[in-house]
């Protein structure tokens, strides 16, 4: 059953360009895609391909340009005030910085804490058990001990599984998690993924996963979209994006890491050939096609291909399907 649909949607933004001039920067271009309840979609791609400002836009936590958000079966678009406030509890975000997105003066049970508030979602001795459940969850036990403590006296690693817990005391039906591993120590990432996992597969957690790092995607994920320059052009499972991958930019991010292990190689700096995408400068035609080694002139540089269906399940845009 479907739980997040998004329609055509589209982030435009002006952006700066010396001191008086602005120039438009697509971000997000015309992106259609739908999430069943439980799924864990990853979006894959390197920056500037918009994979961040598509998960913030799904939340609702930027003004879209055009199209439609649809959750739970509701077009949530337009909603404002209490309608928001009632959509922001089902739907949570986890952020790449486990530094700067808590709060340094607030100890870790006024962390977890002040969601119940804020949506009034428990208070008293309620709100104080559903601190240590949150807690055992991301396992930072003795629950106690841990709640009494302050972001600084954590490492990196426990600082986002605080993250991880304050997303989840909500008890929210999606949750976006944002590159949540890429700041933390080597030594704690496979560690963190497995335990979103598993989290996920216990709650029944619909899950947009972005990264920068296929082999995680791999991993962690049902599908994987592969994004460029805004636009999706690639989806399906990981068998057929990650073994089987058609769109010569997945074969090129594939290439990119040497050993597809997540334990091993989480994150590993990739070289694409080519200059990295610009949203403010996007070609005519295929956006790829002047990194494409099987570029076809008068074809990929008039024509922008659409995103089809080439097998049950597996999307591509790309003129050589
Ligand atoms: Fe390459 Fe052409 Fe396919 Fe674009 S449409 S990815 S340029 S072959």
Do not use: W
């Not at 895609?33 to 391909?49: I, P, Q, R």
């Amino acid at each position: 059953m479907e739980l997040l649909k998004l329609e055509n949607l589209s982030v435009h933004f002006q952006v700066r360009k010396g001191l008086f001039k602005t120039t438009p920067s697509k971000a997000v271009d015309g992106v259609s895609l739908s999430m069943n309840k439980g799924e864990t979609l990853a979006v894959v791609g390197e920056s500037g391909s918009g994979k961040t400002t598509l998960g913030r836009a799904s939340l609702r936590l930027l003004k879209l340009t055009s199209g439609r958000i649809f959750f739970d079966g509701v077009d949530v678009t337009d909603l404002k005030d209490k309608e928001l406030q009632r959509l922001r509890k089902r739907a949570q975000a986890i952020f790449q910085d486990p530094y700067s997105s808590i709060n340094p003066f607030m100890s870790i049970r006024e962390v977890l804490m002040e969601p119940l508030a804020i949506h009034k979602a428990a208070e008293g001795k309620e709100a104080e058990e559903r601190v240590y459940k949150a807690l055992a969850d991301v396992k930072l036990t003795p629950e106690e001990e841990f709640a009494a403590k302050y972001p600084h006296m954590l490492s990196g690693g426990q600082r986002q599984r605080v993250g991880i817990a304050r997303a989840l005391i909500l008890n929210p039906d999606y949750v976006v998690a944002d590159e949540p591993v890429s700041m933390v120590d080597a030594s704690s990432r496979a560690e963190i993924l497995h335990l979103m996992r598993s989290l996920q597969q216990k709650y029944g957690i619909t899950f947009l996963y972005i990264t920068h790092d296929i082999a995680s995607a791999k991993f962690f994920s049902d599908r994987i979209a592969v994004m460029y320059l805004g636009r999706i052009v690639e989806l399906g499972s990981p068998n057929d994006v990650v073994k089987d991958p058609l769109h010569p930019y997945t074969q090129a991010l594939i290439q990119a890491v040497p050993e597809p292990d997540p334990a091993n190689r989480l994150h590993e700096r990739k070289v694409i050939p080519g200059e990295p995408p610009t949203p403010t400068n996007i070609p005519k035609g295929c956006r790829f096609h002047p990194r494409c080694p099987s570029f076809m002139k008068s074809k990929c540089d008039v024509i922008d291909p659409s995103l089809a269906e080439v097998k049950p399940g597996h999307y591509v845009s790309c003129h050589l399907y």
